[in-house]
T-cell receptor, first 117, second 114 residues
Framework: AQSVTQPDIHITVSEGASLELRCNYSYGATPYLFWYVQSPGQGLQLLLKYFSGDTLVQGIKGFEAEFKRSQSSFNLRKPSVHWSDAAEYFCAVGVRYSGGGADGLTFGKGTHLIIQP | DAGITQSPRYKITETGRQVTLMCHQTWSHSYMFWYRQDLGHGLRLIYYSAAADITDKGEVPDGYVVSRSKTENFPLTLESATRSQTSVYFC?????????????FGPGTRLLVL
């Protein structure tokens, strides 16, 4: 079965500094990969997703992520964070569509991002 | 454009009571999902539905029942609530078949079981 590991429970970054959130996955085939963001008291919003092709994926709000098959990683990056980026970030992996049905996304446990002024 | 809504947003109930959480989407998405979010566990899939009258279990289905008589609605029922079901519940939907498709999430329901 697929699994997702987000090794950092909390990360603190100064406003204006760069950010990298780590995500490692376990899956037998090339996966679908997602990053979602959850602001306090809100639902999850999709930041970006990887299906195939270019391994560097651009998302909303200035985020990008790079798929590295050799490292089974899909790390999220942003060159300069803003105070409004403070939130919970979830990496997720989905089963590749094979016509056999869907079982939903498998999520990591999340990384809580704190922005220091 | 309402998107996907959940009701109630907050619910307090007692152990042993039946509780139904509602989920409604206006996009006519085929797939709908229920997740629970707990500290230390992230989001875990409870049930999903591929279409009206087609549902299947996810990772943590015990103690929950779902139905889907209409495409736009996907209620989740706790038949006899337990304290371990205190959680935040998220409903989601997607256009096409397969969990490789983007899922769109509702705002969540915070449930407290006393």
């Amino acid at each position: 079965a697929q699994s997702v590991t987000q090794p950092d429970i909390h990360i603190t970054v100064s406003e204006g500094a760069s950010l990298e959130l780590r995500c490692n996955y376990s899956y037998g085939a090339t996966p679908y990969l997602f990053w979602y963001v959850q602001s306090p008291g809100q639902g999850l919003q999709l930041l970006l997703k990887y299906f195939s092709g270019d391994t560097l994926v651009q998302g909303i709000k200035g985020f990008e992520a790079e798929f590295k098959r050799s490292q089974s990683s899909f790390n999220l990056r942003k060159p300069s964070v803003h105070w409004s980026d403070a939130a919970e970030y979830f990496c997720a992996v989905g089963v590749r569509y094979s016509g056999g049905g869907a079982d939903g996304l498998t999520f990591g446990k999340g990384t809580h991002l704190i922005i220091q002024p | 454009d309402a998107g996907i809504t959940q009701s109630p947003r907050y619910k307090i109930t007692e152990t042993g009571r039946q509780v139904t959480l509602m989920c409604h989407q206006t996009w006519s998405h085929s797939y709908m999902f229920w997740y629970r979010q707990d500290l230390g566990h992230g989001l875990r899939l409870i049930y999903y539905s591929a279409a009206a009258d087609i549902t299947d279990k996810g990772e943590v289905p015990d103690g929950y029942v779902v139905s889907r008589s209409k495409t736009e609605n996907f209620p989740l029922t706790l038949e006899s609530a337990t304290r371990s079901q205190t959680s935040v519940y998220f409903c989601a939907s997607s256009v096409l078949r397969g969990s490789g498709e983007t899922q769109y999430f509702g705002p969540g329901t915070r449930l407290l079981v006393l």
